[in-house]
């Protein structure tokens, strides 16, 4: 494992083609959609459901909160004060969906919109894995962050998707992708 390939195993390649994927909003602007969404990554919000339920936390920011059907079905009914950073075509879609005060646009390898706020919990839900420097994403949920906030990162495991032998990303969209003792290693450093 080296640091300049986020301690991902000697051997790995990056997907470099991922970063050329055109954002397909059709997805996110089908209602039908809509239902289905709830499904991805549904253990990782439910988690989020239990963290503030038991530490009664007050706000949530969900970088990457793709078409806000689990920020706003799972999670706002329990938390008032959420806010959801995405892509900002996908956002423009969720603001006319849902409550356009809440959704933001940005860009997390390029960062330019700033909330002059902390959180109480930051969820990043299968996000780490689509960019080309996710240091990019650590520095955003740093900046809001305070010494007590809880955080959710999630990606897909390499070792279970794929056999351990993988040596690149088999999801066309992805950059690279961990296994767990790797994306600890890096989020450790």
Known sequence: M???NYFIKEGYKTNLSGIAEMLDTTFWANKKHSEFRIYIQYYVYQTAKKLIK???LKSVLDIGCGGGTKLMKLIYPICKDICGIDNPAIIRINKEIYNPEIFF???IENPRLILNKKFDLIISA???EHLINPDTLLSYIK???HENTYIIISTPERDIINDKD???PT???HIREWN???LSTYLKN
Do not use: A, F, L, R
Request: hydrophobic residues 10%; charged residues 40%; proline residues 0%.
């Open 2 to 4: 080296n640091e300049k």
């Open 54 to 56: 038991k530490y009664n």
């Open 105 to 107: 646009g940005d860009n």
């Open 126 to 128: 299968d996000v780490i």
């Open 143 to 145: 900046k809001y962050s």
């Open 166 to 168: 993988n040596i690149t």
């Open 171 to 173: 999801n066309k969209n």
């Open 180 to 182: 767990k003792e790797e």
